[in-house]
């Protein structure tokens, strides 16, 4: 598969390149609207082709684009890829809002090209492990989720994150969204009900740089919260609690592939016993999964309709604090379509 890439972004610098050469995929052009970053980039990453535009970049000799630019940049990029018949691998959240990720994805069915959402937890060989756990009754009957996912922003990260609210800015459209797929992913349902309080902290400027929140799922299961920037010491992890069990994980609401996971279960066995997981690396698996997609072979791991959810979840949260009420998830048509 030929890749485009749309955006000279950290995240294609630092994960993806690589995991799409992993995947033996080639990447051969990038975007950048700089044109001399442009050129830098593909020099540094060894790109044969640096393009101006999107236009350029999508008259290339490409099959697919992965979309890493600025989040208000999304809708316009996808759109044209894939008119341009190429399939789309976008980074979250897809969009600003609902409707716009939404149009993205009815667009790229209506075309017959694969999207998918960079949901990389999914992925990982922790959450793998957690999910067959939940699957297979090991903690019985599941009763609530905790997910703490408080980090600090690292230097390199702290642009438009933490300062403009039209490209997209703040935790709650940066992480919200990765603990809403994560919840989704594990529960095999979609939160209905948020409460959140959000706050603008040593690092925000206009935009919230932590949240917490309470999701209620339709089985009655509550999912609890916490997204920071400017939690140092914190660590990440999750917790799922059920009627026969605990799942406890510290250190997986990461992009590596680390942390620990522990099943403790109940009766007059009661044991904690640590659970092993895969080590591969989350990018490359969710590269693989999408290239699959392309010839037909299953679907990616994280679909453009769990992009939309995703997103869905980050609005009533944003919604829910700014207006201290309760919110219903608005899903819009997509509630209607299965996971
Ligand atoms: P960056 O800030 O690195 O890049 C975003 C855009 O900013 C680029 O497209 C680029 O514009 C411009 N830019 C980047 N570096 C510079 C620079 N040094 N000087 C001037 N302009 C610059 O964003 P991230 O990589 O952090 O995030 C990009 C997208 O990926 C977002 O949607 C984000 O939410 C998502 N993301 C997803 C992750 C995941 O694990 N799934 C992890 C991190 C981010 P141009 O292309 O025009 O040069």
Redesign the pocket.
């Known amino acids: 598969m030929r890749w485009g890439l ?7 610098a630092r ?1 993806m390149i690589g995991a799409f050469r992993a995947a033996g995929g080639e990447v051969a052009a990038v ?4 044109a001399a ?2 050129r830098a ?1 593909a020099e540094a990453h060894d790109i044969a082709r640096a393009a101006a535009s999107v236009e350029d970049l999508l008259g290339a000799d490409i099959d697919a684009v992965y979309i ?4 208000e ?2 809708l316009a990029q996808a759109l044209a890829a894939v008119t341009a018949g190429k399939h789309v691998l976008c ?3 897809l969009a600003l809002t609902v409707a716009d990720a939404r149009a993205m994805v009815r667009a790229a069915d209506d075309a017959g090209v694969v999207f998918a959402t ?3 937890l999914r992925n990982a060989g922790s959450h793998l492990a957690i999910k067959q756990l939940i699957d297979d009754g090991r903690i019985g009957e599941v009763l609530s989720m905790r997910i703490f996912h408080a980090v600090l922003l690292p230097d390199h ?1 702290r ?3 933490i300062d403009n609210p039209s490209a ?1 800015g703040g935790v709650i ?2 992480i919200v969204v ?1 603990d809403a797929d994560t919840a989704r992913f594990h529960l095999d349902e979609d939160p209905v009900q948020v409460a959140a309080m959000d706050s603008e902290g040593a690092l925000g400027r206009g935009v919230e740089d932590s949240v917490m929140s309470v999701w209620r799922m339709p089985s009655g299961v509550m999912v609890q919260t916490h997204e920071s920037f400017t939690h140092p010491h914190a660590g990440s992890g999750l917790e799922v609690h059920g009627t026969a069990g605990s799942i406890t994980a510290r250190d997986v609401m990461t ?1 590596r592939p680390v942390g620990e996971v522990a099943l403790r279960t109940a009766g007059a066995t009661a044991s904690t016993e640590a659970v092993a997981f895969s080590g591969h690396n989350l ?1 490359i698996r969710a590269v693989e999964r999408f290239m699959r997609a392309t010839v037909g072979e299953g679907a990616p791991a994280a679909t453009g309709l769990d992009g939309v959810k995703s997103l869905a979840v980050a609005a009533a949260v944003k919604q829910a604090s700014v207006s201290g009420a309760q919110v219903a998830v608005d899903y819009g048509d997509a509630a209607a379509e299965a996971n």
């Open positions: 749309i955006g000279a972004s950290n995240i294609a994960h975007m950048s609207a700089d970053r442009g980039f890493s630019t600025t989040n940049k999304h980074e979250k959240p960079n949901h990389h990260l642009g438009w994150r997209g459209l940066d990765h992009q990018y």
